[in-house]
């Protein structure tokens, strides 16, 4: 189950991004006469310390904007190939906030394949598992391996979805399944459950396997920033299935990573409305559907 894991103590400076920007050049002043001033700025996991990983050409693609955050380990950047083609958006994340943004992603390319709004596949690249969606002419990839997640985003393109997996090929995802954090840098990363080890990337297919009670996972999206990893746990009786609930996202962290155990009826199949259904009534008590686990009692506090 996802669990946190902060490597070198030390919080980040989230909301003091604007501040500390208004008052670098004095404090970079200063550090030739006060050393620590200096180091207090550079002793957590940033955006500055990604961006080297994107090259400045790769495979006819041009570096052409680079933004890296400041108060995490995120960088954003935009890519464009020769000619008039539409510009590849590129997210880059590390640590406990990118596997959040991943599994929120993942659930919601999900939903938005089962409900028939894109399609969805996942494709092999360096030995990693990408998944792509597309719509159109626009596409969209996300991979999270080794604490990494991996955002492309193309809009407007006649070749979109091939112009993504052109670029990542020629990225090559070992630069980052190599890459170390620098010695000293806090950060935090997560322990989680293997990302890819669903069995089913669309609901259909998982209401499937919950009609036959056979062994699978799925993640999903209950709202919008909520995304949870669905699995069949084990036949109870002919008419009752064992579920497993896990948010993977939630805007309650506390919640993340921690079971919850239902029963259900495969005869009634599954569906995210089903769910809804058979969360509130874990919380409001009903014992229709056989509720445990700790995640219940977080609940119901």
Same mark, same amino acid.
């Given at each position: 189950m996802p669990t946190a894991r902060r490597l070198v103590i030390g919080q980040p400076f989230i909301g003091r991004v604007p501040l500390l920007l208004a008052l670098a050049p004095a404090l970079f002043a200063l550090s030739a006469f006060w050393p620590p001033i200096a180091q207090a700025l550079d002793d957590e996991l940033s955006g500055k310390h990604l961006a080297?990983?994107?090259?400045?050409?790769?495979?006819?693609?041009?570096? *052409?904007? $680079?933004?890296?955050?400041?108060?995490?380990?995120?960088? #954003?950047?935009?890519? #464009?190939?020769?000619?008039?083609?539409?510009?590849?958006q590129v997210a880059l994340g590390y640590g406990e906030e990118a596997a959040a943004n991943y599994y929120r992603e993942r659930g919601r390319l999900t939903t938005a394949h089962s409900e028939g709004q894109m399609d969805l596949r996942a494709i092999a690249i360096d030995g990693q598992? +990408?998944?792509?969606?597309?719509?159109?002419?626009?596409?969209?990839?996300?991979?999270?391996?080794?604490?990494?997640? $991996?955002?492309?985003?193309?809009? &407007?393109?006649?070749?979109?979805?091939?112009?993504?997996?052109?670029?990542?090929?020629?990225?090559?995802?070992?630069?980052?399944?190599?890459?170390?954090?620098? *010695?000293?840098?806090?950060?935090? +990363? #997560?322990?989680?459950?293997?990302? &890819?080890?669903?069995?089913?990337?669309?609901?259909?297919?998982?209401?499937?396997?919950?009609?036959?009670?056979?062994?699978?996972?799925?993640?999903?999206?209950? /709202?919008? #920033?909520?995304?949870? +990893?669905?699995?069949?746990?084990?036949?109870?009786?002919?008419?009752?299935?064992?579920?497993?609930?896990?948010?993977?996202?939630?805007?309650?962290? /506390?919640?993340?990573?921690?079971?919850?155990?239902?029963?259900?009826?495969?005869?009634?199949g599954f569906s995210m409305d089903k769910m809804r259904s058979v969360l509130d009534a874990c919380v409001e008590g009903d014992a229709a559907y056989d509720c445990e686990g700790p995640l219940l009692d977080l609940m119901r506090n």
């Open positions: 080297p990983l994107l090259p400045d050409e790769t495979g006819g693609y041009t570096l *052409e904007d $680079v933004h890296p955050e400041a108060d995490k380990p995120t960088v #954003r950047a935009v890519y #464009r190939g020769a000619g008039d083609g539409p510009p590849l598992v +990408v998944w792509i969606g597309s719509q159109g002419p626009q596409a969209v990839a996300i991979a999270y391996f080794d604490h990494f997640q $991996v955002g492309i985003n193309v809009k &407007d393109g006649e070749r979109a979805e091939a112009a993504v997996i052109d670029f990542l090929e020629a990225l090559g995802l070992d630069r980052f399944s190599t890459w170390t954090p620098p *010695e000293g840098l806090a950060y935090a +990363v #997560r322990e989680d459950i293997d990302p &890819d080890g669903a069995d089913c990337y669309s609901l259909n297919c998982f209401d499937g396997h919950v009609s036959r009670c056979e062994q699978a996972q799925v993640v999903g999206a209950l /709202e919008c #920033r909520v995304t949870v +990893v669905f699995a069949v746990k084990d036949r109870i009786a002919d008419d009752r299935c064992q579920l497993s609930v896990v948010f993977a996202h939630n805007p309650n962290s /506390e919640w993340e990573g921690v079971p919850l155990y239902v029963t259900v009826d495969p005869a009634e």
